[in-house]
């Protein structure tokens, strides 16, 4: 139990995990896949293009079950929203200027096929949760619907 415990994050507590069979133990493999851009540009406040190839953005939640959110510049429903999403993809712009800054893939796509990645900042903390704090984002999940007009 103990080689598991090192080599793997167990999923839920010791106490819980010790009760259960060891065929029973859910455990997850930790990888992390940094990608290295030698262009990086800011298309919005939630998507990236990194040598040519555009990236959609996570915040701190598990590819397709949490992220975040802002504003669309492109199409956007009311001009509420395109100057708020304007003030997004400005923030992002400095965001993305951060020193330290790292890019982690998931290795899963989105239904338009981007790479959907993770944008840390040196302190630990991503970019898409920075947004969400400072008000140029909102939490996403499956089922969510925007609305920047109301």
């Not at 090192?6 to 010791?14: D, Q, T, V």
């Not at 992002?92 to 290795?107: A, F, H, N, W, Y």
Request: with cysteine.
């Amino acid at each position: 139990m103990a080689e598991v415990a090192a080599n793997h994050r167990l999923l839920g507590s010791a106490a819980t995990w010790k009760r259960l069979p060891a065929a029973f133990i859910v455990t997850e493999s930790i990888m992390l896949v940094l990608l290295t851009c030698l262009s990086l540009a800011v298309i919005d406040g939630d998507t990236l293009k990194c040598d040519g190839e555009r990236l959609r953005l996570l915040g701190d939640g598990a590819p397709n079950v949490a992220g975040f959110d802002t504003p669309e510049t492109y199409r956007p429903k009311c001009q509420a929203e395109l100057e708020l999403g304007r003030a997004a993809t400005s923030r992002m712009k400095e965001l993305v200027q951060t020193p330290g800054l790292r890019i982690e893939d998931s290795g899963v796509r989105d239904k338009f096929g981007r790479k959907l990645v993770a944008v840390r900042l040196p302190d630990g903390s991503t970019a898409g949760a920075r947004m969400i704090s400072e008000g140029y984002a909102r939490k996403w999940y499956p089922g969510y619907r925007a609305n920047w007009c109301a």
